[in-house]
Structure formats: structure tokens, C-alpha cells
């Protein structure tokens, strides 16, 4: 006869896994620690309902109380990795970009930041199941032991603080495997939502730690990235005048730079790569034209220094930089028309002969996956077009034969 038990005789506690999808880190998973072992056929998606209390790390305030979707369960080892039999169950849960119960940020409108947010979950047992201490009914599990942001665990979090002017600035950073060849920089730059002090925001909140993924790797052979992150906007200048192609933290971000390579004798400095969205596209935009000679090539996306602040003079600098422009037709932030498509066709017309541009009409979901309500491809908006640089998206056609923005990156060198 099977013992019933209503309870286990230990503290049951799960751990929350997150990934950055295309919209930003979600929680995709808990791994519960059931502490004695369980085979497969026990557990199913129904095994376990699942919800969350999200509040405001800063206030405290709830901002969502709400059930979250089992897409799936199976035992697994403490890492979620399917197992027949152990003393692990993992929970996928459902993630979409308008589903907020497991989505760990919160924007606020006035200071134009995102922050995280707390997400405390609660798993309630809705099937009994067997293990070979009975049959097990009434777990409910609310602990956590913390959580892990998969895609991020690669960087390290470090922070620069400029002699010349006091600004620090917090950095992520991913050092590729050494193999006693050097190896390229890319240089990444978050946009106005992402600003702060905590070095992971920028890393998390949207998908710049693609730049580490292998498939981008295996493009360059291996290659450094760095991810500073600015305390707010990197456009902020010193008078609140508009962003007319100033910004006090240029110099602080320069001298980060140079000490980070130097820092990393490995770095070829031939081949280092500026790019950034939006507010970073901006700063990126100042880096190509104030140091054209230091960097091999320069992708700004949505990028916001408006053309009619580009001097003819400043055409020159550029026209001495490989630059890949990148935006949304849509984009309601920063309209191309006046910004990267203005600027693009002036270098072309200067006769700038390593100049591109990826205009796309939408910023939709292309896996398919994702949906509007009327099952449209999700579309997310046309300042987003940021994700189609970090999923190699963007293509050109250059001497007969199609590339995209990573293979013609890895192929860009200072003479």
C-alpha cells in the first residue's frame, strides 16, 4: 500500500531561470528542489499551477498579481536538464512581449529608465504524484533561492572612473577564449531606458549579450565586448540644449575604452567596433566623427543625432569610417527621414565608399512565434530595430554577394 503524505518533512524552495528574449530577460523557468527523487512519468504541466507578485524594487508597490502559464514540466537535475529520475521538477512558463507576470522590469516614464523589479512566485501542487515516500499532495512552494539570467552569466561587472571630470561609469564585459591570437573589440551602447549604476541593466533589459552568443563568436573567430553603461543618457549635454552632437560623457567614455584595452593586451587595436541604439547610437555617431582614425568601423541603429547637426566638414570624418546604418521606418523617436536615412544619403552623395543602410518598414516577430491580437506578427514598434542587429538581421548586397552586419564587421580593419 503507498503512504500518503500531505507534506514533505523539509522546506521546499525553487530558483527562477530568466533569458533575454527579443523584448528583454524574462522568467522562462523554475526549478523546484524537491529533495527526494521522482521519475518522469509522475509529472506533467498539470502537476503544478503557478503565480506571481511582482513589486517595485525601489517602492515596494505591487504593480502585478497574476497567473502565470505551465507550458510544460519534467524532472530534471538541479540545472533543468530533462531527467527520468531526480530530485528536481522544472516548470517552463509561457513568455510572450505583452505578458508581464514573469517580465522583471518596470519603466518609469519620468526619469525614462527602466528598473528591475521583484518577482515572488508561488507554485501550489494540483495533481498528486508518487515518490518512493508515498504519494505527495498539498506542496505548495514559495521560497526562492535566488535566480539566474542565462544569457548574461558570461559577463563580468566592473566599473571606470574617469580622473579628468569624476564620472564613473559601471561596464559588462566578455573575454573570448584565448588561443594566443588577438582579438577584435565590439563596443556597445544602450539607449536612454537601459541608463544606471547597476552594470547588468544594459546587458539584460535588451539583447546586447547576443554580441557573446556563438554564433556571432564563430563569426569573428572570437571577440571582446563591451558594454558600458551611462548613469542616465549619454546624450546629456551641458547647457539642456537639444542633442546637437555634444555630450559630457564622451571623454569619460573614450578613457574607459583606452583602459580597457589596455587592460587587455590581447584586443587588436585595428579592429575595434563601435555601435550602439538610440541615445547609444547618438554617442556612437560622436565616436565615429571625433575618433574616425581609432576605430575600424561604426554600426549606429535608430541612432538620434539628427542630420542638420552635421556639419559638411563633418561628412569628411565620417567618410574616413565604415559605417552600417540601422533603423525603423516607423520609428516615432528618432524618424530616419531626418536622422540615419538623411545622413546616409549625404556620405553616399559625398561619395563615402563603405557606407550602408538596413531600413525596415516594421520591427515584427519573425520566429513566429509571437502575435498581435490579430495574429499579425508581433510588431515592436519602429524604434526597436535594435533586434535585428543582435539576430544578424540586417543584409546588404556588396560586390555581388550578400552579407550581413556581423560578417561585414568581422571583415573591417584600420589600414
Known amino acids: 500500500m503507498i503512504k500518503h503524505l500531505t507534506k514533505l518533512q523539509h522546506t521546499l524552495t525553487y530558483r527562477s531561470i530568466m533569458s533575454v528574449t527579443d523584448w528583454g530577460a524574462t522568467v522562462t523557468k523554475l526549478i ?5 527523487s521522482v521519475t518522469a512519468e509522475n509529472i506533467d504541466q498539470d502537476t503544478f499551477i503557478v503565480s506571481s507578485v511582482r513589486t517595485n524594487a525601489l517602492t515596494g508597490a505591487v504593480l502585478t498579481n497574476e497567473a502565470c502559464t505551465v507550458t510544460h514540466a519534467h ?27 514573469n517580465f522583471p522590469f518596470i519603466y518609469d516614464p519620468i526619469s525614462k529608465l527602466n528598473h528591475w523589479v521583484n518577482i515572488e512566485f508561488t507554485i501550489s501542487q494540483h495533481k498528486n504524484f508518487v515518490t518512493k515516500s508515498g504519494i505527495i499532495s ?41 588561443d594566443n591570437q588577438q582579438k577584435p573589440l565590439i563596443i556597445w551602447l544602450h539607449g536612454k531606458g537601459e541608463g544606471g549604476t547597476d552594470g547588468l541593466l544594459q546587458v539584460s533589459a535588451n539583447k546586447s549579450c547576443n554580441f557573446a552568443s556563438p554564433e556571432t563568436q564563430s563569426i569573428f573567430n572570437g571577440v571582446y565586448v563591451l558594454v558600458p553603461q551611462c548613469p542616465d543618457g549619454w546624450g546629456i549635454i551641458d547647457n539642456d540644449s537639444p542633442l546637437n552632437g ?10 574607459l575604452i583606452k583602459n580597457f584595452i589596455s587592460m587587455n593586451t590581447d584586443i587588436d587595436i585595428k579592429r575595434i567596433y563601435i555601435g550602439g541604439y538610440s541615445l547609444g547610437g547618438y554617442m556612437t555617431m560622436l565616436l565615429a566623427r571625433d575618433y574616425s582614425n581609432y576605430f575600424a568601423a561604426a554600426f549606429p541603429t535608430c541612432e538620434g543625432l539628427k542630420d542638420c547637426y552635421i556639419k559638411d566638414s563633418d561628412l569628411h570624418k565620417y567618410k574616413n569610417i565604415p559605417i552600417w546604418f540601422t533603423c525603423g521606418e516607423t520609428d ?40 498581435n491580437t490579430d495574429g499579425s506578427a508581433y510588431d515592436f514598434g519602429g524604434h526597436s530595430s535594435w533586434i535585428y542587429v543582435y539576430n544578424n538581421q540586417c543584409n546588404d548586397m556588396i560586390d555581388g554577394n550578400k552579407i550581413s552586419l556581423i560578417e561585414w564587421l568581422s571583415k573591417q580593419r584600420l589600414q
Open 32 to 36: 523546484i528542489r524537491l529533495g527526494q
Open 75 to 101: 524532472v530534471s537535475d538541479e540545472t533543468g536538464k530533462p531527467q527520468y529520475c531526480d530530485s528536481f521538477i522544472t516548470l517552463h512558463l509561457e513568455i510572450d512581449p505583452s505578458i508581464t507576470a
Open 138 to 178: 498539498g506542496l505548495t512552494i514559495n521560497q526562492s533561492m535566488g535566480n539566474r539570467i542565462e544569457n548574461t552569466e558570461k559577463f563580468s561587472i566592473s566599473s571606470y572612473t574617469h580622473s579628468s571630470d569624476n564620472i564613473t561609469l559601471k561596464y559588462a564585459s566578455y573575454t573570448p577564449a584565448k
Open 246 to 255: 555634444t555630450s559630457i560623457y564622451e571623454d569619460s567614455l573614450m578613457a
Open 332 to 371: 516615432p523617436i528618432f524618424p530616419p527621414a531626418h536622422y540615419s536615412i538623411a545622413t546616409y544619403n549625404r556620405l553616399v552623395t559625398a561619395g563615402h565608399d563603405n557606407v550602408h543602410l538596413s531600413n525596415f518598414s516594421k520591427v515584427i516577430d519573425t520566429t513566429g512565434q509571437y502575435k
